[in-house]
């Protein structure tokens, strides 16, 4: 279970970095949106909508990764309560092979 943890970690971390480009990209938008060319108010326009399209899917990609977090703690969850004692021994044993890897360096 805990190998997922790192690809959690890369896609918070690609969510935020994401949400903080769509900041920035709306920041640079409203800064630029005084020049009043009509060119770039096309492409602002066109611009203005990618932006609101990525920060739904960002937004859906949030509530995914959240609802499959939850899931797979019912899971585990489930899985320990009727299993207790092999839990235990998993946990017991996954300990022990932590110390003696450590214990040889």
């Known amino acids: 279970m805990n190998t997922s943890m790192p ?12 949400r903080r480009m769509v900041e920035e990209t ?3 938008l ?3 949106a005084q020049t009043g060319d009509e060119t770039f108010m096309t492409i602002r ?22 609802h499959k977090a939850r899931r797979a703690a019912r899971v585990a969850d489930q899985a320990i309560h009727g ?4 839990a235990i021994g998993v946990a017991v044993a996954v300990g022990l092979l932590v110390g003696f890897l450590a214990a040889r360096r």
């Open 45 to 66: 326009g066109q611009l203005a909508e990618q932006v609101r399209h990525m920060r739904w899917q960002l937004d859906e990609l949030e509530d995914n990764a959240v």
């Open 7 to 18: 690809s959690l970690e890369r896609r918070d971390g690609l969510a935020h970095n994401l």
């Open 83 to 86: 299993h207790p004692y092999g």
């Open 30 to 32: 409203q800064a630029a």
């Open 26 to 28: 709306e920041n640079f």
